[in-house]
C-alpha cells in the first residue's frame, strides 16, 4: 500500500482527510502512483499533472524520503520505503514570489 500526502487544496477537492493509500501495481514508478491517484479520484486529473501532455504543473512538487523526485522521468521506481509503506509519497504545492 503505497501512502500519498496531497497538499491542503487537493484533499479538499478529492473530498479526502490526511493521507490517501493506493494499491498500486509494481513496478511502483512515480507514474504508477500518478496514475493510480488519478483513477481512484478522477477530480484530480488536470490538477497535478496536465490533461494532454501529463507533465507535471509548475507549481507541484514531488518528494520522498526528503528527495526532491519533481525533474525525475516518470519511470523512476520509488524509494523502497515509500513502497513498503514505511515513508509517504508527498504531493506538495510550490510556493514563488519574492
Do not use: K, N, W
Not at 39 to 60: C, E, M, N, S, W
Not at 75 to 80: A, H, V
Amino acid at each position: 500500500m503505497i501512502r500519498v500526502m496531497l497538499p491542503a487544496h487537493l484533499r479538499m477537492l478529492a473530498r479526502v482527510r490526511g493521507e490517501v493509500e493506493l494499491e498500486v501495481a509494481a513496478p511502483i514508478t512515480l507514474q504508477a502512483v500518478l496514475d493510480t491517484l488519478e483513477a481512484q479520484y478522477p477530480v484530480l486529473r488536470g490538477a497535478i499533472r496536465d490533461h494532454t501532455t501529463l507533465q507535471r504543473r509548475p507549481f507541484v512538487r514531488f518528494f520522498a524520503c526528503e528527495e526532491d523526485l519533481s525533474h525525475e522521468p516518470y519511470d523512476t521506481i520509488l524509494p523502497d520505503p515509500v513502497i513498503r509503506g514505511v515513508e509517504p509519497f508527498l504531493i506538495i504545492g510550490a510556493m514563488a514570489g519574492g
